[in-house]
């Protein structure tokens, strides 16, 4: 559920910026976002209460900090390369978290099989025949969107470190509260604010803030308690699928020959790093 929200919300983040900047977006879905979990929280205060007396609470508030400033670089990145590409090819070079989680977390301790590098290269083989477009340099919105993909990895790691022991809805609600301030400065700092911007962008900013980043990442949160980061990542990744499909229907974006063979390596490369976990878990 989480992936299918994220992947069709590449759309309302490309027809929103086109009244606001991308900053503006991020601080008005998120702001929102926020207030849509705090009713969640709210929600579930009995559940809260019985945890506290059975001595199991433990506050997600002060985890959500760290996880929101990794949030913010995430989806800055993220946005930013909207300006420059496709929601699909977006989509696509986000998921490349799949690669990057088990890598990375080989810095925490965990093995490294070879499924992973061998994941890797052809991953980074379909972002070049994706991205590159029958020349040698890439598209400025690519870099950004890979870039993007390195914060969403370190992002899921995190949440795979607090999500099992701390409260989910309010580490949830903390890191949208902490992202939206940060581009909330960010907004009034760089950008130019208009009441009847906003407005105009009101059904891409909903459509982000309720789905997206209310649920969608409650949802991460609450489903990363018991799976495991790489298998939950090549879930997630089908934010790509659903992306790619939601810009054809929505928007008509076109993706040639070479753009759909890299993302066929792309998608490849996402399940060979995931193969192997399958095979050991047997």
Not at 31 to 55: D, K, M, P, S, T
Request: hydrophobic residues 55%; neutral net charge; glycine residues 8%.
């Amino acid at each position: 559920m989480a992936s299918f929200f994220w992947g069709t919300t590449f759309v309302a983040q490309l027809t929103g910026m086109e009244c606001i900047g991308p900053f503006t977006y991020n601080m008005s879905r998120f702001v929102i976002g926020f207030f849509v979990v705090l009713a969640i929280w709210a929600a579930f205060r009995r559940q809260r209460q019985r945890a506290r007396a059975e001595g199991s609470y433990i506050s997600g508030w002060r985890f959500g900090i760290g996880a929101g400033c990794i949030m913010f670089l995430a989806s800055a990145f993220q946005q930013f390369a909207l300006l420059f590409t496709t929601a699909g090819k977006t989509a696509f070079i986000t998921c490349l978290y799949i690669v990057f989680v088990p890598l990375f977390a080989r810095l925490i301790g965990k093995r490294i099989r070879l499924e992973n590098w061998l994941g890797a290269f052809v991953a980074a083989a379909g972002l070049y025949c994706l991205s590159v477009q029958g020349e040698l340099d890439l598209n400025y919105g690519d870099v950004l969107a890979f870039i993007c993909s390195i914060f969403w990895a370190f992002h899921i790691l995190f949440i795979d470190r607090y999500a099992e022991r701390a409260d989910n809805i309010e580490l949830s609600a903390a890191q949208l509260a902490v992202c939206a301030l940060l581009n909330g400065i960010a907004c009034f700092w760089l950008e130019p604010f208009e009441w009847q911007y906003l407005l105009d962008a009101a059904i891409p900013i909903l459509y982000a803030a309720v789905l997206s980043s209310g649920v969608a990442f409650t949802l991460q949160i609450m489903g990363q308690r018991t799976a495991e980061p790489a298998p939950a990542a090549v879930i997630m990744s089908l934010e790509s699928v659903f992306g790619a499909l939601a810009g054809w229907l929505v928007l008509g974006e076109r993706l040639y020959s070479i753009e759909l063979a890299g993302c066929a390596l792309m998608l490849a490369g996402m399940l060979i790093t995931q193969a192997g976990i399958i095979l050991h878990r047997r």
